[in-house]
């Protein structure tokens, strides 16, 4: 059994790993063996591990654990329109923060509703907990009102899912779900809370360890494969960091900025790992993947070495896995061991806690160096550097005298402050702010990176703002994606979230409409959703916002572009919607089609660079 010492942490700075688990002290009001129902016990085991935002609704099977958060002086609940949108906020919230999202759900429906969203962090690798309401204990399993096995639909889209039918466990259970979210491989971990439970008397005991069978994660790397990566890292000739995002759930950016500098390879950084790397650095070169560039696609296809650094060899970067990279080995880094050779084959597992296994493969590529001297890179770089200036990523005009949607992303990027988070919804606008938005600093780009969740945007927008309320948050939604969860604008504007929405109004499920284009001869079946149209927009997003008590605004012409982004800018007493009418012809490129190699990616349609692997 594995034993954890709860210490308190400092409260000076964050901790190492998001929301370590302090045992309860005189200035958190919490005393141990204290006579408490089991619903005030979850209000006091949240208070203890240091939660100061919960986004929930309430209903029948959570109902006596509203009662005594609503004394609480330290937990502030905001109170969403959806449980999808609790969910997704959490999300957000500790995708910006580092630390574990919250949210909090009743039984049946409620908790249904929430699995979207904890597939979506599983997927995502985000820490969050999720506190459901679940019938009497003596009514599990006969079909009561609103009663759904939550556990047992969960345990497939989380790190682990509690049933807990005895109010004295409350405590421990809470303690152990924040450390399973926390640690290792971050992800979600589920709490169904029995009613007759928060119902029943007990008394409060804070676990001063915490006992967990099975769950060992490792963190520190082995040496003698950390060796082994530093020996083929130094000699190669053509060499690739592939950066995933465990290198920004690992808070591991300024290590791998590091290792960076010291190996002069080129660096890739995934959907996910945007920012983990500063744009701005001269090896970065940018997105791999479906609609990567053609500079860090072509990198990977024709390298000798591949360092996958938290990163999972997914479809959408290796394109065809048996023509991914052919030419490498492989070197893969990653803190959950499932991940090692899962796709690809590793020459070289790692397996640890990436912000420890960069610092240890720079100090062992550093000896390397000493003893054999610097590599020769320059040939791989004159490469590179030719790809990267032949194939820049750009866009054509319109045809249809409509906003090119990419220079609306790019100008709100370029007219934002530095420290700006960027959420994006699902489709087309989602590629294309991850293309032409710089990022230079972590956890400044949320998006649904693994399942593609339509509905993320707005949501997580609300939870990052909840958890950084100092930082410009800009959420670029679709007009598909922002009619699913567009009712939190309702709880921004309460709540006090003035979040600015960009919404790239096409018109169109664009995305799809573009693989009609490409794939199905131009058959644009049921993907006109009727929101451009200026004779009968349904729904009018500029009423739409003012109905939620925002402001609404809408640019169609590119030279009023800036000026409404600064306008936008301009407002935050509320949040704010901004429909940009754009193309609905415009298409996302580079491009790689679904299960096609990496070597037939297409930087615009009828261009396909040739990837020639010979020195």
Sequence with gaps: MAKVPHPAPPRSQPPRTPALHPA??????????????????????????????IFGIPGGAILPVYDPLFDSTKLRHILVRHEQGAGHAASGYAHATGRVGVCMVT????????????????????????????????????????????????????????????ADEIPARIAEAF?????????????????????????????????????????????????????????????????????IRGNASAELLALTNLSGAPVVTTLMARGAL???????LGMPGMHGTVAAVGALQKADLVVALGARFDDRVTGRLDSFAPGATIVHADIDPAEISKNRFADVPIVGDLKDVLADLAAELEREHGQHGLPDLQGWWSTLDELRNTYPLGWAPTDDGLLAPQYVISRIGELSPPDTIYVAGVGQHQMWAAQFIRYEHPRTWLNSGGLGTMGYCVPAAMGAKAGEPGKTVWAIDGDGSFQMTNQELATCAIEGFPIKVA??????????????????????????????????RIP???KLAEAYGCVGL?????????????????????????????SRDAMVWPMVASGVSNDNIQYARGISPAFDRDE
């Design 24 to 53: 309860p002290d005189t200035h958190r009001g919490a005393v141990a063996g204290e006579a408490m129902s089991g619903a005030a016990a979850v209000v006091r085991a949240l208070e203890a591990v240091g939660v100061e935002v």
């Design 554 to 582: 809408r640019c169609e012409n590119v030279k009023d572009v800036d000026a409404t982004i600064k306008k936008a800018q301009e407002i935050d007493d509320r949040p704010v919607v901004v429909d940009f009418v754009v």
């Design 278 to 284: 500063p744009d701005s650095h001269p090896q970065n």
């Design 503 to 536: 919404v790239i109004n096409n018109s169109s499920l664009g995305m799809v409409r573009q693989w009609q284009t490409l794939f199905y001869e131009s058959r644009y079946s049921h993907t006109d959703l009727n929101t451009g149209h200026e004779s009968r």
């Design 107 to 166: 039984s049946g429906p409620g908790a249904t509703n929430l699995v979207t969203a904890l597939a979506d962090a599983h997927m995502d690798s985000i820490p969050m907990v999720a506190i459901t309401g679940q019938v009497a204990a003596s009514m599990i399993g006969k079909d009561a009102f609103q009663e759904a096995d939550i556990v047992g639909i969960t345990m497939p889209i989380t790190k682990h899912s509690f049933l807990v039918t005895d």
């Design 179 to 247: 450390h399973i979210a926390s640690t290792g491989r971050p992800g979600p971990v589920l709490v169904d809370i029995a009613k007759s439970a928060m119902q029943a008397d007990t008394r409060f005991v804070w676990p001063t360890e915490l006992d967990i069978p099975g769950y060992h994660p490792i963190t520190k790397p082995h040496i003698k494969q950390v060796r082994e990566a530093a020996r083929l890292l130094a000699t190669a000739r053509r060499p690739v960091l592939y950066v995933g995002g465990g290198a």
């Design 540 to 542: 009018d997003f500029v």
